[in-house]
């Protein structure tokens, strides 16, 4: 009988573990990575994890348990959705990652907010407010910045968690309706329409603010639904970038690619950071790389991350939009600004350089 995968990793040593983890990083950071690639590094992850944890304090310490239980819960809460595809964004996979990570570190607020915005889109308003009030609540007191809120997810926490206390006082609300008239002999309660109406309201405000659109000219929030319709009839000469529900995807001339979430948040990091006399180096975007423990990359896993991505662009016909320069004695990239761009993205969409936008 062929030994399962679980098996195989638990009858290897930390050593080994750890050569493996090096193995599964360079895979990502080369920007090869197959299907199921986010899957296999999770389960490394915990198996390291669970041996470490039956250790003592000081070996724990000596072989960077922290470390591992921290990157354990970023890949759950960032890739979590991509734990099936590299390309495709699943919310059954989300939901059960963002418990997973809670069963990790289970104060940690982003973790929350993401399963109380999936319980919301399921009218589940009950589970969606217990949610949300604890990223609130934890948020206070949380200590790592990677997995807090930012201010535009804590406007979101606040107006969700109203929203689903709205929908559940109309739903009690509505419940009286079916008492007989010798109990419910004054009618309906008052607050029932306006309570209705300011429910409206905000579904409205949440609706038209659904996403964002940025392009050179700055910022404006923008409807789900104008964002499709301006998939379906792009302007010419213009890159529009789409972080949707299920995927992201590039479109050029009627043309159209799906990246995975790192090369698609690097584009657009090329696309809004920089320029001929402002390009990235390596250094500037360490954060699109899986990190190592000695935190080094080499200038050539560099070059061909954006080799990579400038590939993929031109499947679609982008001309080249990204050049290459020397900077401070180094290789560096830059957008040059020879066709427009549009990125579109939800609102609250936490992208590694969110201080950007």
């Not at 973790?111 to 589970?127: D, I, N, P, S, W």
């Not at 206390?165 to 007989?180: G, H, N, Q, V």
């Not at 109990?183 to 209705?196: E, M, T, V, Y």
């Amino acid at each position: 009988m062929r030994e399962s995968p679980v098996r195989r990793l638990q009858s290897i040593n930390l050593d080994e573990l750890y050569e493996r983890e090096e193995q599964l990083l360079d895979e990502l950071n080369s920007d090869m990575a197959k299907d199921w690639i986010y899957y296999e590094i999770v389960k490394l992850y915990k198996e390291i994890y669970r041996q470490l944890s039956r250790r003592s304090l000081e070996e724990q310490e000596e072989h960077g348990f922290e470390y591992v239980k921290k990157r354990l819960v970023a890949y759950l809460i960032r890739y979590g959705t991509y734990l099936k595809t590299q390309l495709m964004k699943d919310d059954y996979m989300a939901k059960k990652a963002f418990e997973d990570a809670l069963g990790y570190d289970k104060t940690n607020p982003i973790a929350h907010y993401r399963l109380g915005f999936l319980a919301y889109k399921e009218k589940e308003y009950a589970t969606a407010q217990r949610y949300f009030e604890k990223a609130l609540e934890y948020q206070k007191t949380y200590s790592n910045p990677e997995f807090c809120l930012n201010e535009q997810q804590l406007y979101y926490a606040h107006l969700y968690s109203a929203n689903s206390a709205l929908f559940m006082a109309e739903k009690t609300y509505r419940s009286l309706e079916k008492f007989p008239d010798y109990i419910n002999d004054q009618g309906a309660p008052a607050q029932l329409s306006s309570l209705h109406t300011l429910l409206q309201q905000s579904e409205n405000i949440l609706a038209m603010r659904a996403f964002t659109k940025q392009t050179r000219n700055g910022k404006a929030y923008s409807s789900k639904e104008e964002c499709e319709q301006l998939m379906m009839n792009p302007p010419v000469n213009t890159v529009v970038v789409y972080f949707s529900d299920r995927e992201n995807v590039v479109a050029y001339h009627g043309r159209e690619v799906c990246l995975p979430c790192d090369p698609a948040e690097m584009l657009c990091y090329f696309l809004v950071k920089t320029n001929e006399t402002r390009p990235a180096t390596k250094h500037d975007v360490a954060m699109f790389f899986q990190p190592r423990r000695d935190g080094e990359i080499s200038t050539n896993t560099f070059v061909q991350k954006v080799r990579r991505l400038r590939e993929r662009l031109s499947r679609i016909q982008v001309p080249d939009i990204i050049e290459s320069c020397q900077f401070r004695d180094e290789t560096a990239y830059y957008y040059n600004g020879s066709v427009d761009y549009i990125i579109m993205y939800r609102s609250d969409y936490t992208f590694m350089f969110e201080d950007y936008l």
